[in-house]
Each structure stands twice: as structure tokens, then as C-alpha cells.
């Protein structure tokens, strides 16, 4: 854990770093978003939705992530001490976390009891919904409070924001159940 390593620093006489590397799934940022995940699945969700927004989220993600690397890519072998390398544990969840983002988009669907109506576009409305509120102000949360390229950022928030509104449009399409 990112404490361990602060503390094992500060013993060998070393100074502390806020970044570190030693994440991993039982880390509590993960295993708080797990088990918000689970609990919305278990009051709301449906998990055929669920499966089904998570492999729209994946399959968009990995198409994403390709472009995104294209124009921004350099940016992150720039900044060695700000990002984690794309191996073990990181690689791993980006794999797992589409899935538990189609966990969380069913339930807040479910809960809210939004119901399709021909025309009325309810999903792609939740879709972008959820990316204004959510993922927008977050990433530039981060932005303001980090030291990452404002190029990374926006292709960040970009391709959330264009996950959210596919998944939106898969509910409207009526693709997700």
C-alpha cells in the first residue's frame, strides 16, 4: 500500500512521495468502487444490462484507447513519475473496470426507474447526464489538483463522456435490456 511505502521511505531516511506503485484490487479506492458496484447491482441493476453496458463500455474503451494513444500516447512515457506503467495490476483493472462501470450505469438507470419511450432518447439524456456531472468535473478536479497534461485530461474526459453517451444510445436502441 501507498502508506508502506511512505513509511518505509521515512525509516531508511529517505524523503516521502505521494505517488507510489504498490496498487493492487484490494486497494481502497477499488474496493470502495467494487462495492458501490455490487451493492447498486444487488438494489437496481439488472445484470444482463450490467454485462451488456460493460461490454459496450470495453469494446469502445479498447477502440478509444487506440486513438487516444495515437495523438497523446508520447505524453505518458514524458511523465514516468505521474503515471503507472501499463502492466500487472493496471492492465488487469482496465480490463475489469468497464464492467464495473456497466454495474454502476444499470443501477443509477434502475434506481432512477427510467423507462424507454419511443423517440425521447432517455439513455443518450442519461448518458450525457451522467459524463456533465460525472466525469467532466472529475477528471478536471484531477486537472486542477494534479500535474497532468491538459491534452491527457481532455482526451480523458472525452472518452468517457463518448462511452457514457454510446452506452446511452445502446439503452435507447434497446441493445441493453
Not at 500487472?88 to 468497464?98: E, K
Not at 443501477?107 to 432518447?121: E, K, P, T
Not at 478536479?141 to 491527457?152: E, K, M, Q
Request: glycine share 12%; aromatic share 10%.
Amino acid at each position: 500500500m501507498c502508506i508502506r511505502d511512505r513509511y518505509q521511505r521515512r525509516v531508511r531516511g529517505q524523503p516521502g512521495v505521494m505517488a507510489c506503485d504498490s496498487a493492487g484490487f484490494s486497494s481502497p479506492p477499488v474496493v470502495v468502487l467494487a462495492c458501490l458496484a455490487v451493492l447498486g447491482q444487488c438494489l437496481w441493476g439488472s445484470w444482463t444490462r450490467s454485462l451488456a453496458l460493460g461490454v459496450v463500455y470495453l469494446v469502445s474503451g479498447g477502440v478509444l484507447s487506440v486513438l487516444e494513444n495515437a495523438i497523446i500516447g508520447s505524453l505518458y512515457s514524458l511523465h514516468p513519475d505521474v503515471y503507472r506503467r501499463y502492466t500487472g495490476f493496471t492492465s488487469r483493472y482496465m480490463l475489469v473496470h468497464p464492467l464495473l462501470l456497466g454495474m454502476l450505469v444499470s443501477s443509477g438507470w434502475g434506481m432512477l426507474g427510467l423507462q424507454w419511450a419511443d423517440g425521447d432518447w432517455s439513455g443518450v439524456k442519461f448518458g450525457v447526464a451522467l459524463a456533465a456531472c460525472g466525469s467532466l468535473p472529475v477528471y478536471t478536479l484531477g486537472f486542477a489538483s494534479h500535474r497532468t497534461p491538459d491534452a491527457v485530461v481532455v482526451a480523458w474526459q472525452i472518452h468517457t463522456a463518448a462511452q457514457l453517451v454510446l452506452g446511452g444510445v445502446m439503452l435507447d436502441l434497446h441493445v441493453v435490456l
